[in-house]
């Protein structure tokens, strides 16, 4: 089933959505501007769909070469089929769904733990409220040692976080700067298992990186601010050491686990990098949160997807954790050494000089056709569109103003 559609010169990209219609209406414009792709000496032509959720055969073909997903983590019905797509039909996907179906920041922190990298200490601790289930009462009550949860948080240190081990758009986290807050957090917890994490107090950035594909954006990102706000238009604000680290920590913990579309969270204190957040299956790429780098995400998004679906990029849904530790191991390499390591081990599963050769060659247009769509009217109109259903009537013109401003500021950069 897979083999005659990947040979054909015609490819097909499915997009699997929940509620957001401003970068699906960017991707399938911007897909269409690109028009025909030269690629080894042939002409590929690409189309875009948006995905249905029905009951499926587990033996049905898939049309598509490659699936974008924004929806199955919050929704089980979808992930199966992705599952199925990607096991029975070999669909590339830009998630390996094996992989983020599970997903827990948890499994991400124990990760680039053994890989070397600097995460605050953390701690698991039980569930406050039994799980409903009949055979957990037992075996909490037979197994479950009591522990006392101020005694842990000794050890972790305040101030913390107490935040999901599966994580989830900022759900049920709570900063702990004392014992009460800790109890109250802890009795609201309910059934949600929850990481204590000591709270890094003294930093002088929080970075937000954005990776699609082999191309990452490090982003000043200010989470106390409303969303619009959140994303500071600032250039080089982080020593280049640092720079270097997340830009390596990002690549390497979605090629650990086979991802590639995922932002991660970091704090910078000098040159100092601690990771607190990078495990997000569906990353916020919005007009009204990204703004002034929203055309760089929609850029790439378009960017990788094409080239998985023109060039047959094969869908890997094992790992290799095991050539990853034989290099936190190595007793012998230096963390710069160990980094650089980890950085030619992402490069090579992304194929990132085939791809930048692609980029340069089969899409040399597409810089120049978003920077063009930006700055039109017909971009405009989807922003107007997409203020008016985001924001109370009486906000309109003055987000309006602020996003033109910053986009207006992009295009002129770009010039």
């Not at 690409?46 to 919050?74: C, G, H, K, M, Q």
């Not at 972790?156 to 989830?168: A, L, N, T």
């Not at 920077?371 to 924001?391: G, N, P, Q």
């Given at each position: 089933?897979?083999?005659s559609?990947?040979?054909s ?6 997009l699997l959505l929940?509620?957001?219609n ?10 269409r501007r690109?028009?025909a ?6 002409e590929h032509?690409?189309?875009?769909e948006?995905?249905t959720?029905e009951?499926?055969?587990l033996r049905?073909?898939v ?5 974008i997903?924004?929806?199955a983590?919050?929704?089980?019905h979808p ?6 797509a990607?096991?029975v039909n070999d669909?590339?996907l ?5 992989t983020?179906q599970?997903?827990?920041?948890h499994?991400a922190y ?7 990298f ?7 601790v039980p569930?406050?409220n039994?799980v409903?289930?009949?055979k957990w009462?037992?075996t909490a ?5 009591p522990?006392d949860?101020?005694?842990v948080a000794a ?10 081990f599966?994580?989830?758009?900022w759900r049920g986290?709570?900063?702990i700067d004392?014992?009460?807050e800790?109890?109250?957090?802890y009795d ?5 298992l929850m990481h204590l994490q000591?709270?890094v ?17 490090i ?8 969303m619009?706000?959140?994303y ?5 604000f982080?020593?280049?050491e640092?720079g270097?680290e997340?830009l390596t920590l ?7 686990f086979r991802?590639?579309?995922n ?6 204190t000098g040159?100092?990098v601690q990771?607190?957040d990078y ?9 009204t949160?990204l703004?002034y ?7 790439q998004l378009v960017?990788?997807?094409v080239?998985c679906a023109v ?5 890997r849904?094992d790992t290799t954790t095991r050539?990853?530790f034989?290099?936190?191991?190595d007793?012998?390499?230096?963390w ?5 390591r980890y950085?030619?081990?992402s ?6 000089a085939?791809y930048q050769?692609?980029c340069?060659?089969s899409l040399?247009?597409?810089t120049?056709?978003v920077?063009?769509w930006i700055?039109?009217s017909?971009?405009?109109a989807?922003?107007?569109e ?14 309006l103003?602020?996003f033109?401003?910053l986009?207006?500021?992009?295009v002129?950069?770009q010039?």
């Amino acid at each position: 089933m897979s083999t005659s559609r990947r040979d054909s010169t015609t490819h097909l990209i499915g997009l699997l959505l929940g509620t957001e219609n401003d970068w699906p209406r960017a991707f399938e414009t911007l897909v269409r501007r690109v028009g025909a792709i030269p690629h080894a000496g042939r002409e590929h032509h690409i189309d875009t769909e948006r995905i249905t959720i029905e009951p499926f055969d587990l033996r049905s073909p898939v049309r598509y070469d490659v699936v974008i997903d924004r929806l199955a983590w919050w929704y089980f019905h979808p992930r199966e089929w992705l599952k199925k797509a990607a096991l029975v039909n070999d669909t590339y996907l830009l998630n390996n769904p094996f992989t983020f179906q599970a997903m827990e920041k948890h499994s991400a922190y124990c990760a680039m733990i053994r890989l070397g990298f600097d995460i605050p200490d953390t701690v698991l601790v039980p569930f406050k409220n039994p799980v409903d289930h009949e055979k957990w009462a037992y075996t909490a009550e037979t197994y479950n040692l009591p522990f006392d949860l101020d005694e842990v948080a000794a050890r972790v240190g305040f101030p913390m976080y107490m935040k999901p081990f599966d994580g989830g758009a900022w759900r049920g986290v709570s900063r702990i700067d004392g014992p009460a807050e800790l109890h109250r957090a802890y009795d609201e917890s309910g059934q949600m298992l929850m990481h204590l994490q000591g709270a890094v107090s003294e930093f002088d950035s929080f970075a937000r990186s954005l990776t699609i594909g082999p191309e990452t954006k490090i982003m000043r990102f200010r989470p106390e601010l409303p969303m619009h706000d959140r994303y500071e238009v600032a250039h080089h604000f982080l020593p280049p050491e640092a720079g270097m680290e997340i830009l390596t920590l990002s690549r390497t913990i979605n090629a650990f686990f086979r991802w590639e579309f995922n932002s991660c969270e970091a704090l910078v204190t000098g040159t100092r990098v601690q990771p607190i957040d990078y495990a997000n299956a569906c990353p916020d790429v919005s007009i009204t949160s990204l703004h002034y780098y929203f055309p760089w995400a929609i850029t790439q998004l378009v960017s990788w997807s094409v080239f998985c679906a023109v060039s047959g990029r094969r869908q890997r849904v094992d790992t290799t954790t095991r050539d990853w530790f034989d290099v936190a191991d190595d007793p012998d390499l230096s963390w710069a050494e160990k980094l650089g390591r980890y950085a030619a081990m992402s490069d090579e599963y992304f194929q990132t000089a085939e791809y930048q050769e692609f980029c340069a060659t089969s899409l040399a247009s597409l810089t120049e056709i978003v920077r063009d769509w930006i700055a039109s009217s017909d971009f405009d109109a989807l922003l107007v569109e997409t203020v008016r259903a985001t924001y109370p009537p009486a906000e309109h013109e003055r987000f309006l103003a602020h996003f033109r401003g910053l986009l207006g500021m992009w295009v002129d950069d770009q010039h």
